[in-house]
């Protein structure tokens, strides 16, 4: 489909010296012996010239070819070279054909060609000088070649704004199906957080009712075999949880937007305290620079982050864990610093990948997909992200962002 | 404020009856003197706050002190009812307490715009109910 609409390119204009196109002229005489002088003057032109004996040949001619110039003897037999002049310029394809009359010093001749008044026109008095016929002619042969480079280009141009116009077509296609796809998986992923989950949410609910009601009829491994069934349904919720958080940080439309990270992270910190987080020391500092961010995205860093900082800790430490922020010329680098029992080197690379687990971490809950999340929802804002720790030493995670045009403080 | 001792008539709409028996049962503990009704959709929520099908009866379905309301429900969903209840100033208009299976920021937003309550998240502990009776407003005298 494509190929067939596009204008077939012809090799020598591929080459990068100027084209060279042949046109063609058409010379009219009843004399043969004129025609031959005319053809072998203008045979140094390099064109490719067309003879015909009287005008209905030459009307002939110019049905089939287009010319660049057409040299007229006006005094012919029966048709003479006006006649033929008055047919040509009556098809509108003719109407801008430049004719070269070819007259003696005839007064009448003069006269009409003076009142002669339809397109290019020019005229040569017999006999004709080489020089002269070869510079006329070669005048209207450029004149022809220079509008037939322009009319390809044209043609390219059409032909290459016609592609465009359809590529564009296409991409708006597959843009309209990727929408649609996207909206799909939306609705996919909502159901899949309700319906999915909510067996899990039962399994724990079901392990509290028999703990707290039929919990003094079991023994304590029994009681313990509940406990782990109970786990076991938090981790699924957990990895349920966080594989919708990475789905949806990987395709969740991200226009940035300058974002205040005091109050951010402080309702981040009050989501954190409602979990599982045994008293954790978080210190703010204060003056926390702005950045531009996503706002969902960054929730996302910073809750797993923080996360992190007050989970994998020695057990007995209270997880200390501070957040500050540095200027770096455009970007704003966020510190989230922990006392907890830190990461091997050899690890670095590793951990923002997703379900790396690090070391001897299986006693600690996790996903494997915190990091990951994080990674992914940086590199989406245009940031990066690492952390420098050695093990028993804490860890210091920062996230780059760029920095903020000033936020008015109107809340304050 | 409703006090303790008081009698109250709590409307829950719920379609799973694993939520409906954890909720009851956390009204139970409560220690919170109610009357439970359940409403399985958001349609059979549309017939008892008027009084139709099943809950025709309005001595023994009056109209609820409070509404604790599930999102996703099939035919009606939570958000659909919330608009109609606003919509239909003739039924009552008990407080809305929000029962949603993600804290989902979004989902917390829309149910606070179309008038809810309350957003807690599923299971509710028996004292989260306590403070949601509590905090809302009483509708009858």
Known sequence: ?412 | MISSEQTIVILLVEDSPDDVFFFRRAVHKSGLSAMMHVAVDGVEAMDYLLNKGRFADAAVYPPPDIMFLDLKLPHVNGFELLEWIRRHAECPQPPVVVLSSSSQPEDQERAETLGAALFLTKPPAPEQLREAVQKCPLPRP
Request: charged share 25%; with cysteine.
């Open chain 1, 1 to 412: 489909m494509h190929e067939s609409a596009t204008a077939p390119i012809k090799p020598e204009r591929k080459t990068s010296s100027p084209p060279k196109e042949i046109v063609n002229i058409l010379l009219v005489d009843d004399q043969p012996g004129k025609l031959l002088a005319h053809e072998a003057i203008l045979s140094e032109l390099g064109q490719r010239i067309i003879k015909a004996r009287n005008g209905v040949e030459a009307l002939a001619h110019l049905l089939r070819y287009d010319f660049a110039v057409i040299l007229l003897d006006v005094n012919m037999p029966n048709m003479d070279g006006f006649e033929t002049a008055a047919l040509i310029r009556q098809r509108p394809r003719f109407e801008k054909t430049p004719i070269i009359f070819v007259t003696g010093y005839n007064t009448t001749d003069l006269d009409r060609l003076k009142g002669y008044e339809l397109g290019a026109v020019d005229y040569l008095f017999l006999p004709v000088v080489p020089q002269v016929l070869k510079a006329k002619v070669s005048v209207f042969v450029e004149l022809a070649r220079q509008t037939q480079i322009i009319k390809t280009q044209a043609d390219d141009l059409a032909a290459h704004n016609r592609r465009q116009a359809e590529q564009l077509e296409v991409i708006q296609k597959l843009n309209d199906e990727l929408k649609d796809a996207n909206s799909e998986l939306e609705a996919f992923s909502y159901t899949v957080s309700h319906d999915l989950r909510a067996p899990l949410r039962s399994i724990s609910g079901f392990v509290t009712v028999l703990l707290e009601d039929y919990g003094s009829r079991l023994d304590e491994e029994g009681r313990n075999h509940l406990i782990a069934l109970d786990r076991a349904a938090k981790r699924m919720d957990a990895l349920t949880r966080d594989l919708l958080a990475y789905g949806r940080v990987a395709r969740e439309s991200v226009t940035l937007e300058p974002v205040r990270l005091q109050p951010l992270l402080e309702a981040v910190i009050s989501l954190i305290g409602e979990g599982t987080t045994p008293s954790a020391n978080i210190t703010i500092e204060p003056e926390l620079l702005d950045v531009m961010g996503h706002r969902f995205l960054l929730e996302q860093c910073l809750s797993n982050l923080i996360n992190n900082a007050t989970k994998f800790v020695s057990p007995g430490v209270t997880p200390e864990v501070r957040i500050r922020t540095e200027s770096r010329g455009n970007q704003v680098r966020l510190w989230i610093e922990d006392n907890g029992i830190g990461i091997d080197a050899s690890y670095h690379h590793k951990i923002f990948s997703m379900f790396e687990r690090v070391g001897d971490l299986h006693r600690y809950e996790g996903t494997g997909i915190g990091l990951a999340i994080v990674h992914r929802a940086v590199q989406r804002m245009g940031g990066a992200c690492g952390v420098e720790s050695a093990p028993g030493q804490g860890s210091r995670f920062w996230v780059d962002l760029p920095t903020s045009p000033p936020i008015p403080r109107s809340r304050q």
